[in-house]
C-alpha cells in the first residue's frame, strides 16, 4: 500500500513517523524541499497542490492520496477520483466539508445539528448591510468560506462600515463571506473520530482547547469537559461522520456555549487537538488515519493515562531554533517533545510538548516549563490555575 500525501508541513511530518513503523510507504507532494515533511520524507515530489501535473505525477506512484492541508483544488482531485487510477481519502466529496466553511454549514444544517446562526454572501449577490446587523447583531463574525487557517480568515467586525469592507475584500478575491453571529464562548473542545471506508468509526475522548487570536496554543485532556459535553461532543463528531462519510481523521472544532455545544468547523486531516494522542492514547491520530485511509483495521483510541497536557511551542522574539535548547527542556520529567524542523520565526508554531499523569495541575505545568525552555512566550490569558 502506497501513500501519497500533499502538503509538506508537520502533519504529514508525523504521519510519517507512524508509516514508517507500520512499513508503509509514502510519497510526499512538498511545495518546497525544506519543508518539515520534505525534510525527512524518503520520497518527495516538489510541486504545489493545485498544479495538475504535480498531482498527476504523485498519483502515479501511491495508491491512495491523503492530506496535510485543505488549501487544496476539489475539481483537480474530482479529476484524479474518477480517472479510477488511485483513491483519495477522505473523497472530495466529504472535504469539501472542511475546504469550505459555508458548505459544511449549508451540509450540516439540514441536519439538525447545533450550530451558530450563519449566511453565506457570494460575491455580485444583492444584499442589504444594513439588514446584517438587525440579523446578528454587534459585534458579528465574517468568515473567507475558503484558504483561512490559525485565524486568518476570521474577523470579528463591530459595526456596518466594518463589516461593508471586510466583505467588499472578500468578494474583491472572488471569496464568498460567510456570516455567523458572534458566539459567547465559554470554552473552546474539540472532538476526534476516525472513520473507515466501510463507516466504522472510533473516537477519542472530546478535549479542552485554547484558542488566542485563532492560534492553538495548548490541549488539555479531558481539561475542563464534563461527562455530559463529552457524551454530546462525541455524539455530534459521530453523527457529523456518518454525515459527510469521511474517510480517515476528522476534527470537530466546538464551541461550548450557554446554550450548549455548537460546531465551529471540520477538519479532515490530523488536527491539532489530537497531537496529544501520539503519548497519551493506545493509538495515535496519525496511525488510524494512515490505517482507515490504507484499508487496515483502525486502533483504540483508549488514554493511557487519566489526564494529558499538551503545548505548542512557538517561535520567541528572538527566533531562536528550539532544538537547540533541547537538552534543558527534556530535563522536564516527563515531557514528550516533538520539534517540526522548521526554520524558526517569532510567532512561528515549531512543535509540542506533551505531558501524560494523573495530576492536571502537574502535568499543565510541566507542559508549559518544556515549552518555555524551547523559546515559547506563554500568554497572559493562560497564565491561571488549570482549574
Ligand atoms: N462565530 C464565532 N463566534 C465567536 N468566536 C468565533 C466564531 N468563529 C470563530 N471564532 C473564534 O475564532 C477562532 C478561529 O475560527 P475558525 O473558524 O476555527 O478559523 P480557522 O479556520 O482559522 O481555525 C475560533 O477558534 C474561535 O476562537
Ligand atoms: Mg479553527
Known amino acids: 500500500m502506497r501513500v501519497g500525501i500533499i502538503g509538506a508541513g508537520q502533519l504529514a511530518r508525523m504521519l510519517l ?16 524541499p525544506d519543508d518539515a515533511a520534505a525534510l525527512t520524507a524518503h520520497n518527495v515530489i516538489i510541486g504545489t497542490p493545485k498544479d495538475p501535473e504535480a498531482l498527476a505525477a504523485l498519483a502515479d506512484v501511491v495508491d491512495v492520496i491523503t492530506f496535510d492541508h485543505e488549501l487544496v483544488d476539489l475539481d483537480l482531485l474530482e479529476e484524479l477520483e474518477s480517472a479510477g487510477t488511485v483513491r483519495v481519502a477522505p473523497s472530495p466529496a466529504a472535504l469539501i466539508c472542511a475546504v469550505d466553511k459555508v458548505a459544511m454549514r449549508t451540509h450540516l444544517a439540514g441536519h439538525d445539528l447545533p450550530m451558530p446562526d450563519f449566511l453565506a454572501i457570494e460575491p455580485g449577490s444583492a444584499f442589504s448591510f444594513d439588514d446584517l446587523g438587525g440579523r446578528f447583531g454587534w459585534p458579528m463574525v465574517v468568515k473567507a468560506a475558503r484558504g483561512g487557517y490559525d485565524g486568518r480568515g476570521v474577523f470579528v467586525v463591530d459595526n456596518v462600515d466594518d463589516a461593508r469592507t471586510v466583505i467588499n475584500r472578500l468578494h474583491g478575491e472572488g471569496t464568498t463571506a460567510l456570516i455567523e453571529e458572534h458566539v459567547v464562548i465559554v470554552s473552546e473542545l474539540a472532538a476526534l473520530v476516525c472513520r473507515d471506508s466501510a463507516g466504522i468509526i472510533v473516537s477519542w475522548p472530546v478535549v479542552e482547547t485554547a484558542q488566542i487570536d485563532g492560534v492553538c496554543r495548548e490541549v488539555l485532556v479531558p481539561g475542563n469537559v464534563s461527562d455530559a459535553q463529552r457524551q454530546e461532543g462525541e455524539n455530534i463528531a459521530l453523527a457529523v461522520a456518518d ?27 490530523p488536527h491539532n487537538s489530537g497531537h496529544w494522542t501520539q503519548d497519551g492514547s493506545v493509538t495515535s491520530q496519525f496511525e488510524n488515519h494512515l490505517r482507515a485511509v490504507a484499508g487496515l483495521p483502525m486502533g483504540a483510541p483508549s488514554m493511557t493515562a487519566t489526564h494529558v497536557a499538551c503545548i505548542n511551542v512557538f517561535g520567541g522574539p528572538d527566533a531562536l531554533d528550539p532544538f537547540h535548547s533541547l537538552h534543558d527542556a ?26 501524560t499523569g494523573d495530576d492536571p495541575d502537574e502535568i499543565r505545568h510541566a507542559g508549559w516549563a518544556a515549552a518555555i525552555s524551547l523559546g515559547t512566550v506563554m500568554p497572559d490569558e493562560l497564565k491561571r490555575e488549570t482549574r
Open 330 to 355: 527534556l530535563g522536564v520529567s516527563g515531557a514528550h517533545i516533538h520539534l517540526y524542523g522548521k526554520e524558526p520565526r517569532p510567532g512561528r508554531k515549531l512543535g509540542h510538548v506533551t505531558v
Open 243 to 269: 454525515i459527510v462519510k469521511n474517510v480517515g481523521i476528522m476534527a470537530v472544532e466546538l464551541f461550548a456555549t450557554e446554550r450548549g455545544l455548537l460546531i465551529n468547523e471540520l477538519a479532515m486531516r
Open 17 to 32: 513517523e507512524s508509516a514508517s513503523a507500520l512499513g508503509l510507504e509514502v510519497t510526499i507532494l512538498a511545495e518546497h
